[in-house]
């Protein structure tokens, strides 16, 4: 293939960042009589609207997992919206950078907590949100 300009192109059919890093970092993002589904949103190019927040903030409360991509600038104005609709600070959130590549580094915590680990932490951008699910431990 090529676009218009003749810059040959091959279109590779891919895994998203969202799942390949729930599936490296052993998160379960749907989980029998847990959660039966998963959203995969951008916070880069949104500053979410009350009524686009509050829908995702209710999918986060009915137990359902959310995926953040790019929030790691906007993450100061997603957590108090969260934590409006949601009413608890112990949402887990799992913060992973890097997604597969040899640096890829995670942080843990819940809604109460992830500003202050992150701000604590070495996580650089790119980084992929994962809220509502918690790692399960690896057995190796």
């Given at each position: 293939?090529?676009?218009?300009?003749?810059?040959?192109?091959?279109?590779?059919?891919?895994?998203?960042?969202?799942?390949?890093?729930?599936?490296?970092?052993?998160?379960?993002?749907?989980?029998?009589?847990?959660?039966?589904?998963?959203?995969?949103?951008?916070?880069?190019?949104?500053?979410?609207?009350y009524?686009?927040?509050?829908?995702?903030?209710?999918?986060l409360?009915?137990?359902?997992?959310?995926?953040?991509?790019?929030g790691l600038?906007?993450?100061?104005?997603?957590?108090?919206?969260?934590?409006?609709?949601?009413e608890d600070?112990?949402?887990?959130?799992?913060a992973?950078?890097?997604?597969?590549?040899?640096?890829?580094?995670?942080?843990?915590?819940?809604?109460?907590?992830?500003?202050?680990?992150?701000?604590?932490?070495?996580?650089?951008?790119p980084v992929?949100?994962?809220i509502?699910?918690?790692?399960?431990?690896?057995?190796?």
């Amino acid at each position: 293939m090529s676009d218009r300009k003749n810059i040959p192109f091959e279109v590779v059919p891919g895994i998203s960042a969202a799942l390949a890093a729930a599936n490296i970092c052993n998160i379960p993002i749907t989980e029998r009589n847990r959660s039966n589904a998963m959203l995969i949103c951008t916070a880069h190019t949104a500053d979410y609207s009350y009524e686009q927040l509050n829908g995702i903030a209710h999918m986060l409360k009915a137990g359902n997992t959310i995926s953040i991509y790019m929030g790691l600038k906007s993450l100061h104005k997603i957590v108090p919206k969260l934590l409006e609709v949601c009413e608890d600070e112990t949402i887990p959130v799992n913060a992973i950078s890097s997604v597969s590549r040899k640096e890829q580094t995670m942080v843990t915590g819940n809604l109460g907590n992830i500003e202050e680990k992150i701000t604590n932490s070495n996580v650089q951008m790119p980084v992929v949100f994962i809220i509502g699910a918690i790692p399960i431990e690896s057995k190796n």
